[in-house]
């Protein structure tokens, strides 16, 4: 799979201070890829290097295979900061129209403007000026901003903050929408919006604490928690050794396994046959929040 | 890159016509004020041979002077950081020095078009009140010359004070501006008694220094530097 966003041994300090240190990770072209990290961890800073704000101290960023070092690399990313970026004196429409002639030598006919305004449904407002919109508002108009380039890669910084539900939802479906040729790359708190959108992520704390699937990492932490009648430990541990089991505890009578979530079904259906009087049975299913805490807990 | 200057000349442009009521307002004050005094005195040498030559001087005088305060509104750096609008323009495909000249181009420019237009204007004015009718070219390719010059050196300077060094800079130099305009307003009946070529070589001589100092900082341009001086 072609590589969108290629961090190499990225290492940056500030003041004297590492804030990130040896980060490699990738996201692949077309990924929805959600960038994790307490506060400080360092992903705006990343972001500031993803967009040649900031240069590395030591490694490289890639994007499309091209360094960030050279400006051409950033002729196809569209970007919506933290800070919306937008021209407060200026209309929604010449916000996006400024943009329209940066990226294309021929600007687009109003068309595209008025359709991308549209898609965010700001078409009743392209006349008015930014400093009249709420936060919401800017945040929609700013992501607008960012697709008319018809960015391949699309890195935004905190999609959802500062929206209502309504708006939240619109901005993820305009994300859903992008993935098939767009490769999103958006750092966020919310967990629940990145394991919505995101099938990658990465969680950093200056430091990479893990890159990857989330749902081949929930897979192996899943597990099940079984109360068992009596005192059978013994028994249990001769059994659980013929299991493709990954840790186990006993803690009185309550059973819990770590193992994949694969063959969940295939342990609970063996301990019954088995002849073990279980009481009750308990699927743990890991979630994007566990891998995170996890993580950054052992990270840390 | 010739498309993002083109395109922060445009953004330059709309901004300014949001806000040109307020601006024609503001300038009109100053140009007004210095022509009410250009003509107390030519009223009051007129029919001397000396005339023609002071009637010059004002034209020049009073082009730079109020093309400079123009300039001071026109020049919107420390916008970009207050509307947190900077990394979004640092984003774009091309090095900041571009970034920063785009800017610099697009108040020049109307800058030095004012000036002329203001100069044909003032030519008009003093050929009305004196009754002398010429139309003087080295002023007005003096003016062009000196202006281009002069707000230039000075824009490319305040950028990049403004957005490559920290606060205390930028204090210093928004009273340098502030002081350089007081100084021009209030030198003005005393300066335009002077030989035209004395004005001239002034003004050429400001207009190197700055040039100097402008490709100094000019290559001293940092992305990085920029954002970080954001930070603090």
């Not at chain 2, 609008?85 to 900041?96: A, F, Y």
């Not at chain 2, 800017?103 to 078009?113: E, I, N």
């Not at chain 2, 070589?201 to 954001?230: C, H, M, P, S, Y």
Request: glycine residues 4%.
């Amino acid at each position: 799979m072609a590589k969108a966003i290629e961090f190499i041994n990225v290492k940056k300090s500030l003041s004297g201070k590492d804030v990130l240190n040896n980060i490699t990770f990738s996201v692949n072209q077309n990924d929805v890829f959600g960038y994790l990290g307490p506060n400080g961890a360092g992903k705006t800073t990343s972001i500031r290097l993803l967009m040649n704000l900031l240069k590395c101290d030591t490694g490289q960023i890639y994007i499309n295979g091209c360094t960030t070092e050279k400006p051409e690399s950033r002729s196809y990313v569209g970007f919506c900061l933290d800070d919306d970026g937008l021209y407060l004196d200026l209309t929604a429409y010449e916000n996006m129209e400024f943009f329209d002639r940066v990226y294309n030598q021929k600007p687009k006919d109003k068309s595209r403007i008025k359709e991308l305004l549209a898609l965010v449904q700001l078409e009743n407002t392209e006349n008015k000026t930014v400093d009249k919109f709420s936060r919401g508002m800017k945040k929609r108009l700013a992501i607008a901003r960012a697709l008319i380039n018809d960015s391949k890669v699309l890195v935004i910084d905190e999609p959802t903050t500062g929206l209502d539900p309504d708006g939240q939802q619109l901005v993820k479906d305009i994300i859903k929408s992008l993935s098939r040729n767009t490769t999103v790359f958006f750092s966020s708190h919310n967990l629940n919006d990145v394991e919505e959108l995101c099938e990658k992520v990465a969680i950093i704390n200056k430091n990479l604490l893990y890159s990857g699937d989330i749902k081949s990492r929930a897979n192996e932490l899943s597990r099940i928690s079984a109360k068992i009648k009596g005192n059978s430990q013994d028994k249990i541990e001769i059994m659980l050794k013929k299991l493709d089991i990954l840790k186990y505890t006993i803690r009185e009578n309550v059973l819990t396994l770590d193992c994949h979530s694969d063959n969940q079904d295939e342990i609970i259906q063996y301990l019954y046959s088995q002849g073990f009087s279980i009481m009750n049975v308990n699927k743990i299913v890991t979630t994007l929040h566990d891998i995170y805490f996890k993580v950054t807990r052992e990270g840390s | 890159m010739r498309n993002v200057m083109k395109a922060i000349v445009w953004k330059e442009y709309m901004s300014l016509r949001h806000r040109a009521k307020k601006l024609v307002f503001s300038v009109l004050f100053a140009v007004l004020y210095l022509v009410v005094f250009g003509i107390i005195k030519v009223i009051q040498i007129q029919n001397t041979p000396q005339m023609q030559s002071i009637i010059e001087n004002i034209i020049l005088y009073v082009c730079v002077t109020t093309g400079y305060l123009i300039l001071i509104s026109l020049l919107r750096f420390s916008q970009e950081k207050t509307q947190k609008t900077l990394e979004s323009l640092l984003c774009l495909p091309v090095n900041p020095t571009i970034i920063l000249l785009s800017k610099c181009f697009a108040a020049v420019l109307l800058c030095v078009m004012i000036s002329f237009f203001e100069s044909i204007i003032l030519h008009i004015i003093f050929i009305l009140l004196s009754g002398a009718i010429f139309v003087s070219l080295k002023i007005i390719v003096c003016n062009l010359f000196i202006c281009a010059l002069l707000y230039l050196t000075f824009s490319i300077i305040n950028g990049y004070i403004t957005w490559c060094m920290n606060a205390t800079y930028v204090k210093l130099m928004s009273y340098i501006t502030a002081l350089t305009f007081i100084g021009l307003v209030s030198s003005f009946l005393y300066i335009i008694s002077f030989p035209f070529y004395m004005i001239f070589l002034t003004f050429l001589g400001i207009g190197i220094i700055l040039l100097i100092l402008a490709i100094f900082f000019l290559r001293k341009v940092d992305k990085e530097k920029i954002v970080l001086n954001l930070q603090d």
